[in-house]
């Protein structure tokens, strides 16, 4: 018979063997970044590698040719693909267990509340943390963010971009010109709609540049603005007796959509293509729930961690865009 | 001899020589004409106007002619010009016989769509034989691609709809879908909520006690 501390670890793992799966999509949906992602299929499993290796876009292979009868195809084939290299990042999320709390949870119903409970918050802390890792740099320890894949290298004391020493996947941006994301430097909030229809075409005049899979991802102020822009322009249309003063559903930029996340800095208006950017994971080192073990010093109090292993890629820079500087 | 018999003399030996000079400018003037046509035919074509094999093959015949013409009278310039004008005539002939075909496949194609629903079903399949049998319709390769593959995907729609109703079976069975979980944007049909992770683990877990 086992004691009640072994009763809630196995509640533990098993409620979390079933719910793995559950927990996995809720992740994937949880931040407007991944969920089209996950929509555009870019979410995707790589299974034990020593480190991430993917193949970067940025040119076409020429190859095409209007041809007549007996003509001959060129058979070289075009430099186009290159690789990126980058590492696995790891979250960790710790669930602690105090023995105290389990005593006062014994029974059936208790227990169940209690593992709910525990993990429920767990999972919220993981979603939090990677929403939060999106929109921050990478350290030795978090994934890649924005700032990393779309940056926005812009020197004030000199008034330029500067994109000496930047990097990404090991691809130095300072010479690599063909590896640089569009930039442009908001000066003036009234023009800012000038400034997003101009990154739109400039990222329109790039060869392929698979538009319809353009996000475009700022915080919840400049997502308001847009809508108080809007504001003027809705169209009413009375057919019953309800009313709305707010858009429904997300607002969108020539079709695309435009959302907020909380994470979002407060000065730019990310222009994500989800075509070209991938959050790779492996499938065997996700959502794992680590054994329980003691808190030395603690009497009775275990923990445990639940681990993902994970890393979010840019492979063609170009197609992706920021406008910084926003002063609104 | 009279004045007028010695000058009637002289517009025939005029004649007889100009007789000698004309082959050679009328071979210039039918090759330029033969141009002139072939290039105003390549006009049509890229303007996507249709092109008729009759013309095509009726000024193939004019230039074999004069091809022939020229190579009695040793003109190898022209010959070579006359080559040149057929090589490129053969080579719209072959590309509009090509896009006959074409035209002929889509047609067929659209009828085909238009008489049975699930043609599009069999795309992958149709092309597939029709690597086997070069020459069948597209009809043809509908009909034999359903036959040899429409039981099996017959079969994977039973599957999926047994999976359906299994599904639905799994969420009667456990009754309601609990409030209480983190439910916000969970698509996933599979996927269990945490409340409905927890209650399957409790009843493992709490069986006989």
């Known amino acids: ?328 | 001899m009279s004045e007028e018999v010695r000058n009637e003399e002289k517009v025939q030996a005029t004649e007889e020589v100009n007789e000698q000079v004309n082959p050679l400018e009328v071979l210039v003037d039918k090759v330029e004409s033969l141009s002139s046509k072939i290039e105003d035919l390549q006009a049509k074509g890229s303007e996507g106007e249709y092109l008729s094999l009759d013309d095509l093959q009726d000024l193939l015949s004019s230039v074999e002619d004069t091809k022939e013409e020229a190579e009695k009278v040793g003109e190898d310039e022209t010959v070579r010009q006359l080559k040149a004008l057929k090589a490129q005539l053969e080579q719209e002939i072959v590309n509009l016989k090509q896009q006959v075909l074409e035209m002929r496949i889509l047609q067929e194609v659209e009828k085909c769509r238009a008489k049975y629903k699930d043609f599009d079903e069999y795309q992958k399949e149709m092309l597939e034989l029709s690597g086997v049998y070069p020459n069948a319709s597209v009809e043809d390769l509908y009909l034999l691609a359903k036959a040899k593959y429409g039981e099996k995907k017959s079969n994977n729609k039973v599957k999926e709809r047994k999976e359906v109703s299994l599904d639905e079976l799994r969420r009667m069975l456990k009754g309601e879908k609990p409030t209480g979980a983190v439910s916000t944007g969970n698509k996933a049909k599979t996927a269990l909520s945490l409340a409905e992770a927890a209650a399957i683990a409790a009843e493992e877990i709490f069986k006989g006690g």
Request: glycine content about 4%; some cysteine.
């Open chain 1, 1 to 328: 018979m086992p004691t009640w501390t072994e009763t809630i670890d196995n509640l533990f793992t098993t409620t979390w063997a079933y719910r793995k799966e559950g927990a996995t999509e809720q992740l994937f949906y949880s931040t407007p970044v991944i969920e089209f992602l996950k929509k555009r299929d870019n979410v995707k499993t790589v299974r034990g590698a020593l480190r991430l290796e993917f193949p970067l876009e940025f040119a076409n292979t020429s190859n095409a040719r209007w041809i007549t009868k007996g003509s001959v195809l060129p058979v070289t084939d075009n430099d186009y693909l290159t690789e990126g290299k980058d590492e696995w990042k790891y979250i960790a999320v710790q669930i602690v267990r105090y023995m105290t709390d389990e005593q006062k949870n014994r029974g059936k119903y208790q227990a169940i509340d209690y593992v709910q409970s525990k993990l429920r918050s767990a999972e919220r802390d993981l979603m939090s943390t990677l929403e939060s890792a999106i929109f921050s740099n990478a350290t030795a320890e978090t994934i890649n963010g924005l700032p990393d894949l779309i940056k926005f290298p812009w020197d004030s004391n000199n008034n330029v971009f500067d994109w000496t020493g930047a990097t990404l996947h090991g691809i130095d941006q300072g010479t690599n010109t063909w590896f640089r994301n569009q930039v442009i430097n908001n000066t003036d909030a009234n023009a800012l709609t000038v400034d997003m229809r101009k990154m739109f075409y400039t990222l329109k005049k790039l060869k392929n540049p698979v538009l319809n899979s353009l996000v475009l991802i700022t915080n919840a102020d400049i997502e308001e603005w847009y809508e108080s822009q809007l504001a003027a322009k809705f169209q009413i249309v009375a057919t019953q007796l309800k009313g709305d003063l707010g858009a429904e559903g997300p607002l969108t930029f020539k079709g695309r959509p435009i959302m907020s996340s909380p994470s979002a800095p407060s000065d730019k208006i990310y222009f994500v293509n989800t075509e070209f950017l991938k959050l790779y994971y492996d499938p065997e080192y996700w959502m794992e729930m680590t054994e329980w073990k003691p808190i030395p010093n603690q009497a009775g109090d275990k923990l445990a961690q639940i681990v993902c292993t994970l890393n979010l890629v840019c492979t063609r820079p170009a197609a992706q865009g920021c406008i910084g500087n926003i002063s609104l």
